[in-house]
């Protein structure tokens, strides 16, 4: 009888240390609320999570930007960015009606210029207001500045890279192609991810896409596998490039997000200067 006993105390005592174990590990993080800003008389709104003490301290901070036909609270709610880097700030704005490139070329559906000068430069003129927003509300570690999106959102991801491409620590963009932006980017460190299936926007010009960036930030042209799915590439300039190949078609992977986030962390601002100069 005792032994029976002890032996159940044992049993219970463990499975109250790993419940307790899995309790330690849940993260629990302040809601994200909308936050809208007028942009030359337009309403603009993104879904933000805002991490408690970034009023006092020096915050990262990520920007995400949702596909063609997309809505930030979705952006939000596949990337959760939240719990996978709860110290940084996380912003999934809302595109407009927008013409699309390959889709919907009424503009029905939400969406992102993908080039300078088009559309007002609404969007590039709503994300510099965002950022100084942040900036004059927080602590934000400019040195430490982020940026992903899918698809359309990945190439405005290019375009802000193009355009705005001194103020990134590192970029992100998901099943898309730098296009007219390539020319204009400089070297920074960046994580290209595309479908090896993806029909809409096909593998072959992402791979060329990749290829470009390879030898834009000068890097070995032996990579180092880090997942099942991602190789890293060193670089002479400092500015590593991830190539991280789905199996799958257009549609983002989840596996994606801690890959995404790990780029990140380990990420900072640095000045250099592009090889071809």
Known sequence: MFTKTKTLIVILTGFLIKSQSVVSQQITTPAPKVLEWKVEGTSRSALVYIPEGSKSKKTPIIFAFHGHGGSQEHMYRTRRFDQLWPEAIFICPQGLNTPGLLTDPEGKSSGWQNRSGILNDRDLKFFDT??????????????????????????????????????????????????????????????????????????????????????????????????????????????????????????????????????FKKTKKRETKSPFH
């Not at 959102?153 to 620590?169: E, I």
């Not at 992100?172 to 994580?191: E, H, S, W």
């Open 130 to 263: 965002m950022l100084a927003y942040f900036i004059a509300q927080y602590q934000v570690d400019q040195d430490r500045v982020f940026v992903t999106g899918h698809s359309n959102g990945g190439g405005f991801t290019y375009l802000l890279w193009a355009d705005r491409g001194k103020l990134f620590a590192g970029l992100a963009p998901t099943a898309t192609v730098a296009g007219r932006n390539r020319n204009k980017l400089i070297p920074k460190p960046v994580l290209h991810l595309y479908g090896e299936k993806d029909q809409l926007v096909p593998a072959e010009r992402q791979k060329n896409t990749c290829e470009f960036l390879l030898k834009l930030n000068g890097c070995t042209e032996q990579g180092t596998r880090i997942t099942e799915n991602a190789t890293s590439f060193s670089s002479e300039t400092g500015n590593p490039v991830i190539i991280y190949k789905s199996p799958g078609g257009h549609n983002y992977p989840q596996s994606a997000n801690q890959v995404i986030i790990d780029f």
